[in-house]
């Protein structure tokens, strides 16, 4: 797929009036969401982009989440190195603030690389309890996030 590809996907969702476009095939996957100002947001992992020296899991796997720690806090890490962002633009309310119920689909932050915005998902069901990272900074893999109760 190429950027001609993903320009016509665009246009046909804006000409549809789709807020949400998904394909996954041969270890490539893409997500398009369009929002209130009508311009769409990217988001995509393919294996056999340049990465960095660790891994990078898909956005919303397992990695994302950490075991326990002895507070009986469970830790939202950073699934990749990039830009951590509270809400899907500088206007818009942060997706997850302390005291917010999340579930294991709950979108709680955006993690920009390489010109790639990536929905990080709590992949946890609890209550956040507390916000460690501050909006528009730069996470690296593996960073804790948020801490949250358990439910």
Known sequence: ????????????????????FELEEEGFRIALARGALEEPRFMASMPNAPVPAAPVPVAGEAAAVAAPVDDGLIEIKSPIVGTFYRSGSPEA????????????????????????????????????????????????FGQPLFKVKPA
């Open 1 to 20: 797929m190429d950027l001609k590809d993903i320009r016509n996907i665009v246009e046909l969702m804006k000409e549809h009036e789709l807020t949400k």
């Open 93 to 140: 309310d942060p997706f997850v603030q302390v005291g917010s119920d999340v579930s294991l689909d709950t979108v709680v932050c955006i993690v920009e690389a390489m010109k790639v915005m990536n929905e990080i998902k709590a992949d946890v069901k609890g209550t956040i309890v507390k916000v460690l990272v501050e909006n528009a900074t730069p996470v690296q």
